[in-house]
């Protein structure tokens, strides 16, 4: 014990408590007295204390340490009585300080005898601190023991080896295991993760690295509670060795099941919604079925299921009713997934389904509403009409599928599957009426498209029924056709074009545009083709025919279109080209060069009021005669100018056979298919030969298709060549 005595050496500080205890850093006074009260020891915690040097307190009577009492015994006398009388004793005693400071000490004093230099033989010692630090030390333990026995949050300290060292009941409760039972034992053995030993890492690192973590969530078992899985939001701090205390790792626990399942439950509710919302705005962005039925199953994976696939129903009449004891007969418009191949493979492979009676598609079918299945032997049996494939998918790991009804305006378009892997959790009632939300918007999305569609069909059937399958065909004049109907994206057009063979070997060439789509547009076409055709055989000068069409189409009440109308002589190798708004003929020469012919351009049919002209050109033997409508040159993105500087560049290259050209042509100008009707007519223009007999006498001299001089004209007015209004040559 160090000590400063009438001799004597000077110790280095204070006595303080055992390391590792809560009272280390409270300071103690040692002080030894005699029979007589003096002091004898005097310690230089006392010093510390009470402020008296050694030389000043050593050999004096105690007394002047303690204030006057109000009565009975001085205290230094007290506690040399009290000691010697119980041996031991601890008491609160006030005490004065060299400045005359009174404040609150707690003394504990034992005998001690046969000490050295004490003439008495016995010395009494004392060892003092001051109340208030003593307080704040009670205060503390009372408090942590508080802190184990009543804190609802679980408290644990583990050793460096992650065993386990003290914890709370609230812990030992939340393990349903004795405090008794986890002293000792390793973490491992109660906290039992699914996490791939992450958890064992996190410990780790906080024992070796002092990286704190706090409120991290775990998922969990114990062995006091095999079947129940548990949540906790866990804090973990080191115990780094400070004060004496021991190395490891100190933890907090808080089982959090119940609000992190409400917390799953509403992040689930907004992930239903949000999923909802983007189905909304990607599904039915075309008026395509197999489009639409694309979209449902990209965006249902991944977060909703691993694959899905669309079915529409293959009635046998548009009202058939469904009936349960028959076979239900399907056709696969779409289908997806992202478990590993071969899955997605499997699920192309089927175009048709059959599905027999008893299925889990027929008792879903029977109630309308989505129904949630588990994928084993039974169901590969049951549900799938083709066993073997069935078979496949389940080795792939499909685990379970969600069959919803595409029922829109009160019938059964078809149905969607949705699919999940065994590693991912069943479906949940909440994921059947998410299914069944996806399914009615898809469904109303699946049959506006497929009304379309018929209609879509109506109108190219109507379009291609009036178009001509073998334009006339004639010795000089050889021509390839080509007609692309539009994308499913937009409706069928009002596009045609005609080749008429006319008297005395004269040829007509015809093309038109009726603005508008759909039925309406391709029964205008079809009148204006008919009629164009009927009258040229009459009616032979462009100017004249095309207002006698402009006629018919205001009394068809057709709006507007325009409509290209040329008429060639291979006699005279002439032509006269007459024009209702429509794009400009194209001709190539023999030599390649390209250049636009007719250089007037009338109102288009259906405007009346304005007298439509012609005009003369002369061809060479040879020449290529291009005529288009709009949809050739004019697309999204280019403008017409554009397409017709690329028009002009692939006819520059026209030298070979016509119908390779047209290919070519087409490919190169859409590149990604027509977005609108497009026609194309190239026509190789020869001239007619005396030998050919077709020639007549003075075949040299011009002539451009009208009337001969004198002739009346078929409607009574003067002859064109002797009116030079109409024409311009």
Request: glycine share 12%; proline share 8%; hydrophobic share 40%.
């Amino acid at each position: 014990m160090p000590s400063d005595q009438p001799g004597g050496a000077r110790a280095p500080g204070p006595i303080r408590s055992e390391p590792g205890s809560l009272l280390e850093h409270v300071p103690v006074a040692v002080l030894g007295l005699d029979a007589a009260g003096r002091v004898r020891y005097w310690g230089p915690g006392a010093q510390e204390l009470l402020g008296y040097a050694a030389a000043t307190a050593l050999a004096r009577p105690a007394a002047a340490l303690f204030p006057e009492p109000p009565g009975g015994p001085p205290p230094a006398e007290r506690l040399v009585e009290r000691a010697l009388a119980l041996g031991y004793w601890r008491g609160r005693l006030p005490v004065r300080h060299r400045d005359g400071t009174v404040f609150d000490c707690g003394f504990r004093v034992f005998p001690v005898t046969g000490a050295a230099d004490a003439a008495e033989g016995t010395v009494v010692m004392a060892l003092a601190s001051r109340g208030e630090e003593l307080d704040r030390v009670k205060t503390n333990l009372a408090f942590l023991d508080a802190l184990f026995e009543t804190c609802p949050i679980g408290l644990v300290m583990l050793d460096e080896d992650l065993r386990y060292v003290h914890l709370n009941q609230a812990l030992a409760d939340m393990d349903g295991i004795p405090v008794a039972g986890h002293l000792g034992r390793d973490t491992s053995e109660i906290m039992i993760t699914a996490d791939g030993g992450e958890f064992r890492r996190m410990l780790r690192a906080v024992a070796d690295e002092g990286r704190p973590l706090v409120g991290v969530l775990v998922g969990m078992r114990t062995p006091g509670r095999p079947d129940v899985d548990q949540v906790r939001s866990v804090s973990l701090f080191p115990l780094s060795g400070a004060a004496g205390s021991r190395p490891g790792v100190g933890g907090l626990l808080v089982d959090v099941t119940d609000r992190e399942r409400a917390l799953l439950e509403a992040t689930a509710a907004r992930r239903r919604l949000a999923l909802l919302d983007r189905a909304g705005a990607r599904i039915g962005t075309t008026l395509d079925v197999d489009t639409t039925a694309r979209e449902l199953v990209d965006v249902v994976m991944p977060e909703f299921c691993d694959g899905s696939v669309v079915e529409m129903v293959e009635w046998m009449y548009p009202s058939e009713a469904f009936d349960p004891a028959l076979p239900l007969f399907t056709r696969r418009i779409a289908s997806g997934s992202v478990l590993p191949p071969p899955a997605s493979e499997l699920l192309a492979a089927l175009d048709r389904v059959t599905y027999p009676p008893g299925s889990g598609i027929h008792r879903m079918l029977r109630t309308g509403r989505p129904l949630s299945l588990r994928v084993d032997e039974e169901f590969a049996a049951r549900t799938a009409g083709h066993r073997d494939l069935a078979r496949q998918l389940l080795d792939c790991g499909v685990g379970y599928v969600l069959i919803a009804p595409l029922i829109a305006r009160g019938h059964v378009q078809g149905i969607t599957v949705f699919g999940r892997s065994d590693a991912r959790p069943a479906f949940t009632e909440e994921d059947l009426g998410l299914a069944g939300e996806l399914a009615s918007r898809a469904a109303l999305c699946l049959d506006n498209a497929r009304l379309y569609s018929r209609v879509q069909d109506i109108s190219l059937t109507l379009q291609r029924a009036l178009l001509p399958t073998a334009p006339d065909a004639t010795e000089h004049v050889s021509v390839a056709h080509r007609y692309l109907p539009g994308s499913r994206a937009t409706e069928v057009g009002g596009d045609w074009y005609d080749v008429i063979a006319l008297p005395d070997g004269r040829v007509a060439l015809v093309v038109g545009d009726v603005m508008g789509h759909g039925v309406p547009a391709a029964a205008s076409m079809g009148r204006l083709r008919i009629t164009a055709r009927a009258l040229a055989r009459h009616r032979p000068d462009p100017e004249g025919l095309l207002a006698e069409l402009d006629a018919a189409a205001r009394d068809a009440g057709i709006e507007l279109a325009t409509c290209l109308y040329v008429v060639y002589d291979p006699r005279t190798g002439r032509a006269r080209i007459g024009n209702a708004g429509h794009p400009p003929p194209l001709v190539r020469h023999p030599d390649g060069a390209v250049e636009t012919l007719g250089d007037v351009l009338g109102v288009p049919l259906g405007v009346g009021g304005v007298p439509f002209r012609s005009a003369g050109a002369a061809l060479p033997d040879g020449a290529v005669l291009a005529l288009y409508t709009d949809g050739l040159v004019e697309s999204r993105g280019r403008d017409i100018d554009a397409g017709l500087d690329a028009l002009r560049a692939e006819l520059a290259r026209a030298a070979g056979p016509l119908e390779g050209e047209a290919d070519r042509i087409l490919a190169a100008l859409l590149p990604d298919g027509a977005t609108d009707d497009t026609v194309l007519v190239l026509a190789r223009l020869r001239h007619a030969r005396a030998e050919d007999g077709n020639a007549p006498d003075g075949a040299d001299a011009p002539d451009d298709g009208n009337p001969p001089d004198g002739a009346d004209a078929p409607d009574g007015r003067e002859p064109p060549g002797g009116d030079p209004a109409p024409h311009e040559d």
